[in-house]
């Protein structure tokens, strides 16, 4: 009874998982037929058009807008946890007067999503003029609430107070501690956070969507997107596209996946 | 420890919290305040504002069918995806914390979906559920059934949607339980196992009692998260036809992307969409509220 249980739980978690992976084996196995050929039959066996698509989209911008996807995204992901961290630092090592406001605002600003302000954030843009680079999709993820929050509750639980308090001892200074005592420490925390904004602004669409107008400015899924309208719709080429710039951040995830699922989760889980 | 917090009340706090304040006022609330703003204008970017009061906020509650179709939308859509995908979530939580093997395997393997592109995921969905080419379709007349126009018909496109909610969400909603499994204390389990009680058992009485914070985040989380619905529906029906807003008969326009369309669509009224913002952020904020009141409520 008990093995025919065992195994009755072992092929729903085999479909499930199944159910998950699909979809990417789809992806993969779609790039590399000729995109006429895509609905002829189920792809499930990989043809052998793959170069044929990768050609493709190497002769339009695809190198530009992965270049940019990179660009906003490595941007974003370096100021917006430097950003978290200092937050997180500052909230955990001093005592201020409006300290208990602060954390309840943070709080706030994690449930409020970002587009809510895109109108607002679109006109601020065009009077400041760059509306037409790269820095609207980068600075909408700077001051990122459930980042702060995320922080500060894991500052909180891995940086013993005291060692801050022997390096002040120690006569450092503020950013010093900071920067060599505070930023080892909790290095997990940093690299969980930073996979974590990376895919935010990778995966990102409705940002670009409004502010991309010409293709020098083109991230991956509007890029992938313009393959669509441009000549007939490629789909292979789309695919291909797709698949290159999805496997890379499956291989990071994936290598860094235990530490990373275990720290989005220990953050939220608390709160 | 208290003497040491009190020297360095001086500049440094602000320093290290300044970054994130002035960035917060600069790229979040200063945008809603003039969206907020904007929302008394008739206005399309470019031409003469015009003042015209509380008129936008009229229109959207009296005249305006197509804001009330898409909260409608919305709602559906959220309210048949989420709660299936959270109790997956912890269904499947449940079944593999006791796994020795394949435990972390598994749950990689189920987050996958969730750090995926949406342009990947409305492109992959829209080959499988397409009516005439779409994998599903071949398969359910090989069978011997009739091909069943998912994306093209207005009964099934929300439905569509919904499961792409559910394959998206349920492993994040997973790896969330299972940490909050973990996190239980090994002795209360083993208590209930000296007991006699069943793993049913176990689990109506002890996991999900427990688990009850780890449920309030993802239940307020994900119905903030419902009402943004844009990247989904949009992606899955842009390659289709282009001129389409809103899927067939508009069954799958959501709030985001009515409000994505009146702004920047064909036809620009930057002032109305503005209005459609702030009413769809006061609505995040009362279910937030609400949400948050009756999942603690419920407690005492």
């Given at each position: 009874m008990k093995k025919v249980k065992g195994i009755l739980t072992g092929i729903l978690l085999t479909v499930v998982s199944l159910i998950s992976l699909v979809p990417f084996w789809f992806m993969f196995s779609m790039s590399t037929y000729k995109s006429e050929m895509i609905?002829?039959?189920?792809?499930i066996v990989p043809s052998d058009y793959f170069l044929e698509n990768l050609r493709t989209i190497f002769a339009s911008n695809f190198v530009q807008s992965y270049g940019n996807s990179l660009f906003v995204s490595a941007v974003s992901m370096v100021v917006t946890v430097l950003i978290c961290a200092m937050v997180g630092y500052g909230m955990n090592v001093y005592n201020f007067k409006f300290k208990k406001a602060l954390s309840i605002f943070i709080m706030m600003t994690m449930m409020v999503?970002?587009?809510?302000?895109i109108i607002g954030y679109m006109i601020e843009m065009r009077n400041i003029g760059i509306?037409?680079?790269?820095w609207p999709m980068i600075f909408t993820?700077?001051?990122n609430g459930f980042g702060a929050y995320w922080m500060i509750s894991f500052i909180q639980s891995s940086l013993p107070i005291e060692l801050v308090e022997s390096a002040r001892i120690d006569g450092a200074s503020e950013v010093k501690i900071f920067r060599s005592v505070v930023l080892p420490c909790i290095k997990p925390g940093l690299l969980t956070l930073c996979l974590l904004v990376f895919l935010w602004s990778w995966n990102n669409y409705m940002i670009p969507l409004v502010f991309v107008n010409k293709q020098e400015n083109y991230t991956i899924p509007i890029f992938i997107k313009s393959l669509a309208s441009a000549?007939?719709?490629?789909y292979g080429a789309q695919l291909a596209g797709l698949t290159l710039a999805t496997i890379p951040l499956l291989i990071l995830f994936i290598i860094g996946s235990k530490n990373f699922i275990k720290g989005l989760t220990a953050g939220a889980v608390k709160g | 420890m208290k003497k040491t917090h009190n020297k360095y009340k001086g500049a440094w706090p602000s320093a290290f919290l300044a970054p994130f304040c002035v960035c917060f006022f600069l790229f979040n609330l200063f945008p809603i305040l003039y969206s907020f703003y904007m929302s008394f204008l008739d206005w399309n970017g470019y031409g003469e504002k015009t003042s015209i009061g509380f008129q936008n906020y009229i229109e959207i509650f009296t005249k305006d069918d197509l804001f009330w179709k898409s909260l409608l939308n919305t709602v559906k859509i959220g309210v048949i995806g989420f709660p299936i995908a959270i109790i997956l979530g912890l269904v499947f939580a449940a079944i593999i914390c006791?796994?020795?093997?394949c435990k972390n395997l598994l749950q990689t393997v189920n987050f996958l979906p969730y750090i995926t592109t949406p342009v990947a995921i409305g492109m992959i969905f829209t080959f499988i559920f397409?009516?005439?080419?779409g994998f599903l379709n071949k398969l359910i007349t090989a069978l011997g059934g009739e091909a069943i126009n998912f994306t093209g018909s207005p009964k099934w496109a929300p439905l569509v949607i919904a499961f792409m909610i559910i394959w998206k969400c349920t492993g994040y909603y997973m790896a969330m339980y299972l940490a909050g499994i973990t996190s239980v204390s090994e002795d209360v389990y083993e208590a209930a196992r000296i007991d006699g009680a069943s793993r049913v058992q176990t689990f109506f009485k002890i996991t999900i009692p427990l688990l009850k914070p780890v449920t309030t985040f993802l239940v307020i989380t994900s119905a903030i998260y419902a009402f943004q619905l844009f990247d989904e529906p949009n992606l899955l029906f842009t390659?289709?036809?282009?001129?389409?807003?809103?899927g067939p008969g508009q069954s799958c326009l959501t709030m985001v992307w009515n409000f994505y369309n009146q702004a920047?669509?064909?036809?620009?009224r930057l002032g109305y969409a503005s209005a459609l913002s702030c009413v769809l952020f006061i609505i995040i904020v009362l279910v937030s509220v609400v949400g948050l009141r009756v999942m603690n409520g419920k407690e005492d």
């Amino acid at each position: 009874m008990k093995k025919v249980k065992g195994i009755l739980t072992g092929i729903l978690l085999t479909v499930v998982s199944l159910i998950s992976l699909v979809p990417f084996w789809f992806m993969f196995s779609m790039s590399t037929y000729k995109s006429e050929m895509i609905f002829q039959g189920v792809p499930i066996v990989p043809s052998d058009y793959f170069l044929e698509n990768l050609r493709t989209i190497f002769a339009s911008n695809f190198v530009q807008s992965y270049g940019n996807s990179l660009f906003v995204s490595a941007v974003s992901m370096v100021v917006t946890v430097l950003i978290c961290a200092m937050v997180g630092y500052g909230m955990n090592v001093y005592n201020f007067k409006f300290k208990k406001a602060l954390s309840i605002f943070i709080m706030m600003t994690m449930m409020v999503p970002s587009q809510i302000g895109i109108i607002g954030y679109m006109i601020e843009m065009r009077n400041i003029g760059i509306n037409q680079t790269l820095w609207p999709m980068i600075f909408t993820w700077f001051a990122n609430g459930f980042g702060a929050y995320w922080m500060i509750s894991f500052i909180q639980s891995s940086l013993p107070i005291e060692l801050v308090e022997s390096a002040r001892i120690d006569g450092a200074s503020e950013v010093k501690i900071f920067r060599s005592v505070v930023l080892p420490c909790i290095k997990p925390g940093l690299l969980t956070l930073c996979l974590l904004v990376f895919l935010w602004s990778w995966n990102n669409y409705m940002i670009p969507l409004v502010f991309v107008n010409k293709q020098e400015n083109y991230t991956i899924p509007i890029f992938i997107k313009s393959l669509a309208s441009a000549y007939r719709t490629d789909y292979g080429a789309q695919l291909a596209g797709l698949t290159l710039a999805t496997i890379p951040l499956l291989i990071l995830f994936i290598i860094g996946s235990k530490n990373f699922i275990k720290g989005l989760t220990a953050g939220a889980v608390k709160g | 420890m208290k003497k040491t917090h009190n020297k360095y009340k001086g500049a440094w706090p602000s320093a290290f919290l300044a970054p994130f304040c002035v960035c917060f006022f600069l790229f979040n609330l200063f945008p809603i305040l003039y969206s907020f703003y904007m929302s008394f204008l008739d206005w399309n970017g470019y031409g003469e504002k015009t003042s015209i009061g509380f008129q936008n906020y009229i229109e959207i509650f009296t005249k305006d069918d197509l804001f009330w179709k898409s909260l409608l939308n919305t709602v559906k859509i959220g309210v048949i995806g989420f709660p299936i995908a959270i109790i997956l979530g912890l269904v499947f939580a449940a079944i593999i914390c006791n796994l020795v093997h394949c435990k972390n395997l598994l749950q990689t393997v189920n987050f996958l979906p969730y750090i995926t592109t949406p342009v990947a995921i409305g492109m992959i969905f829209t080959f499988i559920f397409e009516k005439h080419v779409g994998f599903l379709n071949k398969l359910i007349t090989a069978l011997g059934g009739e091909a069943i126009n998912f994306t093209g018909s207005p009964k099934w496109a929300p439905l569509v949607i919904a499961f792409m909610i559910i394959w998206k969400c349920t492993g994040y909603y997973m790896a969330m339980y299972l940490a909050g499994i973990t996190s239980v204390s090994e002795d209360v389990y083993e208590a209930a196992r000296i007991d006699g009680a069943s793993r049913v058992q176990t689990f109506f009485k002890i996991t999900i009692p427990l688990l009850k914070p780890v449920t309030t985040f993802l239940v307020i989380t994900s119905a903030i998260y419902a009402f943004q619905l844009f990247d989904e529906p949009n992606l899955l029906f842009t390659n289709q036809s282009a001129t389409t807003v809103g899927g067939p008969g508009q069954s799958c326009l959501t709030m985001v992307w009515n409000f994505y369309n009146q702004a920047f669509g064909a036809n620009p009224r930057l002032g109305y969409a503005s209005a459609l913002s702030c009413v769809l952020f006061i609505i995040i904020v009362l279910v937030s509220v609400v949400g948050l009141r009756v999942m603690n409520g419920k407690e005492d």
